[in-house]
């Protein structure tokens, strides 16, 4: 990677802080609606709930990195040594955005691998076994704890945080002042490797899975009485994955492998400036995007949302009509 000083505009700090907000905001309305419909709760969902705290956890890290962003370079520029004196005072925040997001980044990558594994399974294979609680404690041993494991090598490394130089948004992530073979390797083994992994795996089991479904003509509930049909959700998934992640991934690859001149070409200064745009937008995205499709465009849970709105306005015009009558009455 190359060494350049780069300011963020302010659209992409808006960007990234109101993707944050919307997915957690997104992610709440998960929770909220799996602990209070109880016809919605099968296993998927609950292996949903997984994946969306770790997506929450993403946007609360991205958010601290919007503030923290915000705050130090506020009418600082980035100087020519890459070094800010008033950056280093918040390095600990930094250290630990970086270790928040990069842990669940992974843990929301592998969640949603698993999600795949387990409904390709229980329909293709017709088994249960990905049910079983010796399945539920592996699942949470692989999505949580290697993870955690990386992260904590990484902090152990002091390769955790930012050199105030090379700009990859407003977040931190791994230091860009190491040698770039060891942020090469660090990036395959902590971000890039699982992305490539998941999106291979979830594609192919996601593309197989609708596949098999138009072919037999079936619907999930044929299958087993622990999928609902609005599950079938979840084969979409995998190209909202795609659509939010594919930028930061493309960025990657582009500014690793290319040479100095390349990149600082105009033309590609041009477009790393809108993959980064958009980067800024979709790697916070994933918890919106998914109560988009587990909430919004699920009946049931879409059902529900439409009483309950229907109640409360009901209640307040209530509320209001009494008040009217008992100032009339004085």
Not at 122 to 142: F, N
């Amino acid at each position: 990677m190359t060494g350049t000083t780069v300011t963020l505009a302010t659209y992409n700090l808006v960007l990234t802080g109101t993707s944050s907000i919307l997915s957690i905001l997104g992610g709440i309305m998960i929770f909220f609606t799996y602990c209070k419909m109880r016809e919605i709760r099968n296993f998927t969902r609950t292996l949903l709930v997984y994946l969306t705290l770790a997506d929450v956890l993403v946007s609360v890290g991205h958010l601290i990195a919007v503030i923290r962003y915000s705050y130090v370079y506020n009418g600082i520029p980035k100087t020519e040594n890459c070094t800010s004196n008033e950056a280093t005072k918040f390095e600990t925040t930094c250290i630990g955005q970086s270790f928040l997001t990069t842990f669940a980044s992974l843990s929301s990558f592998l969640w949603t691998t698993v999600i795949a594994i387990h409904l390709w399974s229980s329909i293709v294979l017709k088994t249960r076994r990905t049910e079983k609680h010796s399945m539920h404690v592996l699942y949470h041993v692989i999505c949580w704890i290697v993870p955690l494991t990386i992260v904590l090598v990484l902090l152990h490394k002091n390769y955790l945080g930012e050199d105030y130089c090379y700009g990859t948004g407003v977040w931190c992530g791994i230091k860009s002042n190491l040698p770039p073979r060891e942020i090469e390797k660090w990036m395959y083994i902590a971000d890039i490797g699982w992305q490539m992994a998941c999106y291979l795996s979830t594609c192919f089991l996601y593309i197989h899975l609708k596949f098999y479904l138009v072919r037999k003509s079936l619907i999930l509930e044929s299958f087993t009485d622990r999928l609902r049909n609005e599950d079938v959700n979840f084969v979409f998934v995998w190209m909202v994955i795609y659509l939010l992640r594919l930028w930061g991934f493309t960025r990657f690859f582009i500014t690793t492998y290319s040479d100095a001149k390349t990149l600082h070409k105009p033309r590609m200064k041009s477009f790393l400036n809108f993959l980064l745009l958009m980067q800024s937008y979709g790697d916070s995205g994933q918890g919106f995007w998914n109560f988009v499709l587990f909430c919004i465009l699920d009946k049931t849970v879409r059902k529900h949302l439409k009483i309950w709105l229907r109640c409360y306005y009901e209640e307040e015009e209530r509320e209001r009509l009494l008040g009217d009558v008992s100032v009339n009455s004085q």
